[in-house]
């Protein structure tokens, strides 16, 4: 071993290598100047030093012995704009200087999750992605909890409202929903490309949902004798072996049994 090394434990600071914390890989793998290339090492001394630490290293190659200094990289903040359906609030977030902030970015704050909408660099410009150290301000939207508008529609009076939903719940049209122990129909499902009355769409994908209140039963049942006989006639009552299909869902071009042949008109 290098006799310097043994008198105060460390060599010279010409020697030393500055790495990142996480440059150093497992094993105490890290580049050696001598063998250049990234080897093992035997730990031989260490002392923190502030939030980081010097370690004297042997490599187990060559037995050269250096120091490396581990040090955290510098903390900077950044002040996000986080949006929560109408509201907002600022927030001043402390992020590595050398990480890499990129649009639709997830992360946690105030126990939830949100996605970077907006990078603006310090030169005004927006980007996709930006060096944390060069970033201004950026914003984001909360992503594990939406919205979705709602339009209730009941008889000719409609009236809107929200409905905060996790993000993986998802919707279907023409399907019933329970609001506020009342049951609604969804009538349609706007995307923003267009309307579905039938298809399934998750509730990040919604832009409005309207909701129609279900036909009351009582407004279909028979109210004289001659309604309740229809009605049986067409299954509605109960089991009918024979139910006679109404006129409006009979196929075009098919005549029924019991049409009454017209007469022959007189010479």
Known sequence: MDERAEEDGFIEEDDAEFLEEDEVLLENAVLCPTCNEMTGH?????????SGADYLLQCEDCSKVHKVHIRPPPVVKIPFVLTEG?????RVIEIDSDEVLEREDVFQEEDKLW???????????????CLASDIARASALRCDMVRVKLTMT????STA???????????????????DDQ??????????RGR?????????????MYLHEPPNPEY????????????????????????????????????????????????
């Open 86 to 90: 109408p509201s907002s609030m600022t």
């Open 115 to 129: 996605s970077i909408n907006q990078i603006e660099h310090k030169d005004g410009r927006l980007l996709k992605y």
């Open 183 to 192: 049951t609604w129909r969804i009538r349609a499902i706007h995307t923003g």
């Open 196 to 208: 579905t009355l039938r298809g399934t769409v998750e509730a990040p994908d919604i832009k409005r």
């Open 220 to 267: 279909f049942a028979p109210r004289t004798p001659r309604e309740r006989r229809q009605a049986w006639k067409e299954g509605k009552l109960g089991f009918n072996p024979n139910p006679i299909l109404p006129k409006e869902i009979v196929k075009k071009g098919v005549t029924p049994s019991n049409k009454r042949k017209q007469k022959k008109p007189r010479r």
């Open 161 to 179: 409202d929200v409905l905060v939903v996790p993000a993986e719940t998802t919707y279907t049209a023409g399907h019933l929903i329970e609001l």
């Open 42 to 50: 035997l730990i031989l001394n260490e002392k923190p030093k502030g």
């Open 154 to 157: 009941r008889g000719e009076d």
